[in-house]
């Protein structure tokens, strides 16, 4: 049996004539960019996920940089992000200026430890920007509580935690401006590049979209140097299609992870996912981990299962930052993780019999 990594087809098939429909609406309108697509998905992601405003933006790296410069952060400032994040986390923070500060993980959640964000705080420090890794929400009451007491924005990276919560409030809603991506491969997938930006302030939402459209609010008037960092109007129209279905897709998503669980429970080698009690798992990931990560991955892919590793190299040992002078051993825990982790095949759509099999393969990968 051959099991892909990830697949479209059953949420394509679900929202096939809908997002036709939407194209055919499109077209027909001859209004192709910042239309009311754009602003009716504004709405819509506003209402999903629980804020004041969201703004649309070209991706979700843009979205992240966007979120600080609308905070004032740059040259000169420090922004704590995790030590395992995916590199656009800290691009942004480059992008604006700013410098990134390593912050280690949780080794049971895998999301960015409040206590080693105490550690790195210095009178540079600017924001936190915690990331809410896997499709698992971060310990955000406590990041919040931190923030507060060192007087310093939050920027949430919620570009793999749609619908997740911590302490039963959603993510992308605790920070003071919140940054997502659309990517095609996200809960709420685009098809294309899209991201966007949430918060409850006026004031910041209205800064978002003057720097997203080159500075300005009113043609020809350009307030700032800004950017051209709009969202596709066609891709803010199908968002709003699958809108409608993530709470299906996300429940089926907790489903299929829940089966992984319980097939792989007391599998001596593997580490499973955790869940921290007081926040949810959406599953965007299903990342296990062992010492023999390497050779679980081509056993797998041996039998025909497509496995993906998140990530294998820690963003302070990408090429990238060699001019900062960062060495291996520098942030341990993101190295461990790098090492050992290994995401297995979870999508919606997925079979019960599928998710069966790669357990199946697993098992046998570790008996004696």
């Not at 009690?277 to 990342?287: D, G, K, M, Q, R």
């Not at 997925?350 to 990968?365: A, N, R, T």
Request: aromatic fraction near 10%.
């Amino acid at each position: 049996m051959d099991v892909p990594f990830v697949s479209f087809t059953a949420q394509n098939e679900r929202v096939a004539e809908e997002s036709k429909a939407v194209f055919a609406r499109f077209f027909d309108s001859q209004y192709y960019v910042l239309g009311n697509m754009t602003k009716q998905f504004e709405e819509d992601y506003a209402r999903f996920n629980q804020v004041k405003h969201a703004v649309g933006i070209s991706n979700g790296l843009d979205a992240l940089h966007l979120a600080l410069k609308v905070l004032g952060v740059g040259p000169g400032d420090e922004v704590i992000v995790p030590s395992n994040t995916y590199i656009a986390t800290n691009l942004a923070v480059e992008m604006a200026g700013a410098t990134p500060v390593f912050a280690e993980p949780d080794m049971r959640t895998y999301n960015i430890s409040p206590a080693q964000i105490r550690n790195v705080i210095s009178p540079k420090t600017k924001a936190i920007m915690p990331v809410h890794l896997y499709g698992q929400a971060c310990e955000m009451d406590e990041i919040m509580s931190i923030a507060k007491e060192a007087s310093l924005f939050v920027v949430e990276d919620n570009a793999q935690g749609h619908a997740a919560s911590f302490n039963g409030k959603q993510t992308g809603s605790f920070g003071h401006v919140n940054a997502t991506s659309f990517y095609p491969t996200k809960n709420v997938g685009a098809y294309g590049e899209a991201g966007a930006i949430t918060t409850d302030s006026d004031e910041w939402a209205q800064l978002s979209k003057v720097w997203r459209n080159y500075g300005s609010e009113k043609r020809y008037h350009n307030m700032y140097k800004g950017y051209n960092n709009r969202i596709d109007e066609l891709q803010a129209g199908l968002l709003s299609v699958k809108l409608k279905y993530i709470a299906e897709w996300t429940a089926d998503r907790k489903r299929i992870g829940d089966r992984y669980l319980r097939n792989l429970a007391g599998t001596d080698g593997l580490v499973l996912p955790y869940t921290h009690p007081e926040a949810s798992h959406v599953y965007h990931l299903f990342v296990v981990r062992c010492d023999r990560r390497d050779e679980l991955q081509s056993w797998l892919d041996q039998n025909g299962v497509k496995t993906v590793i998140h990530y294998p190299i820690p963003p302070h040992l990408q090429e990238a930052y060699k001019s900062s002078g960062f060495k291996k051993g520098d942030y341990p825990m993101a190295e461990m993780l790098a090492e050992t982790s290994l995401s297995l095949p979870l999508f919606p759509g997925i079979s019960d019999d599928q998710v069966d099999h790669v357990s199946d393969l697993v098992q046998k990968f570790f008996k004696p």
